[in-house]
């Protein structure tokens, strides 16, 4: 397999950023994740922190309140959707442009046709995972930091359902799923750009 | 992490045994694939033969027909419970004796309280899959060989989560999810080398 693009899934808090960025930057091209949101923003009109919160926001947990709540029982286009098509021609823009790390918005979906694919999901012990929120994000509110993972991990599993009909998580869906609590962030990296430059 | 024994949970077709084999030859430690169901035969007093069908034909896809037909509506201990009972027995003896790869016979589950334990999943394309069976294995009567397969998994998760109450193939529940078919053979066992060394 000749690769190109890595996308990265990854649960949250489970540093699939950080190894995105550290990959990237080993491997010498780049790596879009904020960027991503800042293009979909330039494309669409709309401000950045509303593309960010689309994300994992928009989509509620129970389907039945997105059939009933959104505009789309209108036979319309709700303001989740557009987002949705701007992120899929950014991504595809920059995808045919150049090799690239990609972290989140369903990239792997997104490029699925694509041949020059390397797809990854990172995931992580919940109790890691909180530890590292709280020390990389800090306090927010007072929500406990168990409850705001969850929460987080939640909203991801059913936007990702929903635009992709594919169940998030699940290994068939990945060439490589690493568990960055149990193997540390270097080996995951490592592994990564072994497998991109073909050594691994 | 200290690796000391790497689990390997697979898909049908998917070159799990093969990836396990190498590994554990590169690594210079035993790999219990066939001897483990010569051991439990050996512990049980079944036949082998009855043991390897033991793990995938035993239960059936419908969980009701589990509970129905099972002599376990007698208050009893089934014959697959008994194999189980005596699986967990031997598995738990080899880890404790020595480092070591083990494939299948939801080894990550019963060892899952070990500090020591590397747990991997291969899967691979179902197309890939069958056409690796049909060289592998050959024809084997009139079953199409993707309708084997497809069985075969049907069979492999119903097992896992009748014993281990988790999904299989999910991929939190295991350390490194590779898809064999996009990556090769090589390139698995290069990685799993690499992890268990902690080289990676």
New interface residues.
Partial sequence: ?ANRIITISR?FGSAGRTIGRQTAERLGIPCYDAELIQKIAEESGLASEYIKEKEEHSVHANPLVNIFMSDRTNGGFSMQDYVWSVQREVICGIAQKEACVIVGRCADYILRDRQDLLTV?I?ADIEKRAERVERVYGEMDDTPVLKRVKDKDKRRKTYHRFYTDREW????N??????SG??GIE?CV??LC??YTGQ?
């Fill in positions: 397999m649960e999901f995931h998580g699940v290994a068939q990945y060439h490589v799923c690493l568990d149990a193997l080996s490592n592994i072994s497998l691994a």
